[in-house]
């Protein structure tokens, strides 16, 4: 007697996990940034926030690469970005320097964190809208959540060079929260960083800087981390003069579009209009050509 099988839920391959495990890693390190800002230990909460970059990195990397991407991956990416990037910084910021500020300190570490939650609400609306042109996937709308936490953290960052009372005065983190915050939910666009080629020549040159930016976050982390920051600073104008120069390349092709169309379709007409005529003149008789005496043999012209 053949007994029946029993059904057998099809297992999930660990690679397809690995991106949601990053995901989760990155969520613990913005908690534990959290924990560290308790304790008052400022620098490993800074580090401990710097890890959650590197995470959230490297999960979108990873779904791509064993195609792994999914909806549950891109929610869970969201609530992680909100946990480092803007609860865990505004949380920091209060206990460092804010607080001081009472009342008015709170709502400004609110005001980040709600920023940060509709900067990542506005980009999961954009999530599988295929009607951007390609070139635009290669810019955000607005600085995105690592970015800002980084931006935002930049007074404490320098404080553990430059010991003094004006990089913890809570007016000036007042000012960088309020200028970080709006950065987040405006129009700006800035650059994505995801799709960007190296050529041949550069290649080692290339290979070269990574190796010395690795040799000075080694010896000197919080130079090198506020060198970084500046750079993407410096680099905001130019992200959106790039932008603005591709969006009118983009314009004036489009307007050129009707002409080149207007062309084709006056060709194809022609094309038309050529082989009726032609197929006329096959149709029509045709007459034979008149017949003519045979030439007399004895004529020799």
């Not at 999960?59 to 609860?87: H, I, M, P, Q, W």
């Not at 010991?163 to 915050?181: E, H, K, N, W, Y």
């Not at 709006?182 to 290979?207: E, N």
């Not at 209009?273 to 005496?293: C, I, L, N, S, Y």
Request: overall charge positive.
């Amino acid at each position: 007697m053949n007994r029946p099988r029993r059904p057998r839920i099809k297992a999930v391959a660990f690679n397809r996990l690995l991106p949601n495990i990053v995901t989760v890693l990155a969520i613990c390190a913005g908690l534990t940034a959290i924990r560290f800002g308790f304790q008052a230990r400022w620098e490993l909460a800074v580090l401990a926030i710097a890890l959650a970059s590197i995470f959230d990195a490297l999960d979108g990397r990873l779904a791509r690469l064993v195609g792994g991407s999914t909806k549950f991956g891109a929610e869970l990416d969201s609530l992680s970005d909100f946990v480092s990037f803007g609860v865990a910084p505004a949380v920091l910021l209060y206990f460092w320097t804010l607080q001081h500020l009472r009342g008015f300190g709170w709502a400004l570490a609110l005001l980040f964190a709600v920023c940060a939650a509709l900067r990542l609400a506005r980009f999961n609306t954009k999530l599988g809208v295929s009607d951007m042109p390609a070139w635009a996937y290669n810019y955000f709308t607005g600085v995105p959540a690592p970015a800002a936490a980084g931006l935002v953290l930049l007074p404490m960052i320098l404080s553990f060079q430059f010991p003094g009372a004006f990089l913890i005065s809570p007016l000036l983190s007042a000012a960088v929260v309020v200028t970080v915050a709006f950065l987040m939910i405006s129009r700006i666009p800035t650059y994505a960083f995801k799709q960007f080629g190296v050529p041949h020549k550069l290649v080692l040159p290339v290979l070269l800087l990574v190796g010395l930016m690795a040799a000075f976050v080694v010896t000197s982390p919080w130079a090198t981390v506020t060198v970084i920051i500046i750079a993407y600073i410096v680099s905001l104008p130019f992200s959106g003069r790039s932008f603005r120069a591709l969006r009118r390349e983009a314009a004036r092709l489009r307007e050129g579009a009707p002409e080149e169309a207007e062309v084709e379709a006056a060709e194809a007409a022609a094309d038309r209009v050529f082989e009726e005529v032609v197929e006329h003149q096959a149709d029509e008789p045709v007459d034979p050509p008149p017949a003519t005496a045979p030439p007399d043999k004895f004529d020799r012209g």
